[in-house]
């Protein structure tokens, strides 16, 4: 279950996701699914093939200034190794920040244009619990990175935590890079 805390206190918002991989490593991952179990939204790629929400294919929105955007931020600190300054930067400088607490169903969520990031920078975030995400947002166009901006490929091994930031395209990418450097 992505969500497991909202699932066990009756928060409508969790989900399941799986990934199938050609070998041991996120950038092996060749087919995901997330599928919110409240809402029924089945969210699914195949490398090359695409992203679909439902039956229908999707893409990352087009706003273009995180002024405009709809942000996710996890910010969930506890034992995490988490830059408590930079969270307030971005805390401060994002108007709109949001956390549902299922980190794969709201990278889906991005991939369908529903919001235009998301951000998860406590190196808290097992690989294997947003391998399917990652697929399904980077078949829709989104940009995904770690905080210096480099590609994530690690195993795929419950014990292997990251950090990321998934973004719906650019220009919305270096605009949160900025915030994180700055």
Do not use: C, W
């Not at 002024?67 to 988490?82: E, M, P, R, T, V």
């Not at 930067?89 to 994002?94: A, K, P, V």
């Not at 935590?161 to 973004?167: G, N, Q």
């Amino acid at each position: 279950i992505d969500g497991t805390t909202n699932f066990v206190h009756g928060l409508p918002f969790y989900a399941s996701s799986i990934a199938v991989a050609s070998k041991p490593t996120l950038e092996g991952v060749f087919a995901g699914i997330v599928a919110d179990l409240v809402h029924e939204d089945v969210f699914y790629a195949h490398q090359g093939k695409g992203a679909y929400r439902n039956g229908k294919q999707i893409h990352t929105s087009k706003i273009q200034s995180i002024d405009d955007a709809l942000i996710g931020l996890d910010l969930n600190a506890y034992k995490a190794q988490f830059n408590m300054a930079i969270a307030t930067n971005l805390i401060e400088n994002i108007r709109h920040t949001r956390h549902f607490g299922a980190n794969a169903l709201e990278i889906s969520h991005v991939a369908a244009g529903l919001s235009d990031a998301f951000v998860d920078l406590r190196g808290k975030i097992r690989a294997t619990d947003v391998a399917a995400g990652f697929l399904i947002a980077k078949e829709a166009g989104a940009i995904i990175t770690d905080a210096d901006d480099n590609p994530i490929d690690v195993p795929l091994d419950p014990r292997q935590t990251l950090e990321f930031i998934a973004s719906a395209n650019m220009n919305i990418h270096k605009q949160i890079l900025s915030l994180i450097k700055s």
